[in-house]
């Protein structure tokens, strides 16, 4: 009886073992943010270089450059979770915003540029 108890614990703990491990699976997360330009008057704006970056003195690879396209709207994509200053520039127009990525979500930024 013994025997066929040890047996079947063993088979049990062997099929729990087999079944934790291959439920074991990477999960890979999305860190995006879109930033949409306007003006004061809230017309969208395009064309405008809008640059990330985040003012630490440690090295950091987190700094990105994209131009605007025809509805105002850049999208950027990150590996981790960061909060960054977002600059927009063209000729005599500037403006300046603030991103904080979250994990798995496509955070929306509205950056109002003056002249």
Do not use: P, W
Request: aromatic share 8%.
């Amino acid at each position: 009886m013994k025997r066929k108890l040890f047996g079947i614990m063993s088979l049990f703990v062997a099929l729990i073992s087999l079944l934790s491990l291959n439920s074991c699976e990477e999960v890979i997360h999305f860190y995006t943010a879109e930033v949409t330009i306007i003006d004061n008057q809230g017309n969208l704006m395009s064309g405008f270089k809008v640059t990330t970056d985040v003012d630490v003195n440690d090295v950091h690879v987190v700094d990105r450059e994209a131009y605007t396209d025809s509805t105002g709207v850049v999208s950027f994509e990150f590996k981790n979770e960061a909060i960054m200053k977002v600059v927009a520039e063209q000729e005599n127009y500037s403006g300046e915003g603030l991103i904080v990525l979250e994990e798995d979500k496509n955070v929306k930024v509205t950056v109002v540029v003056y002249e």
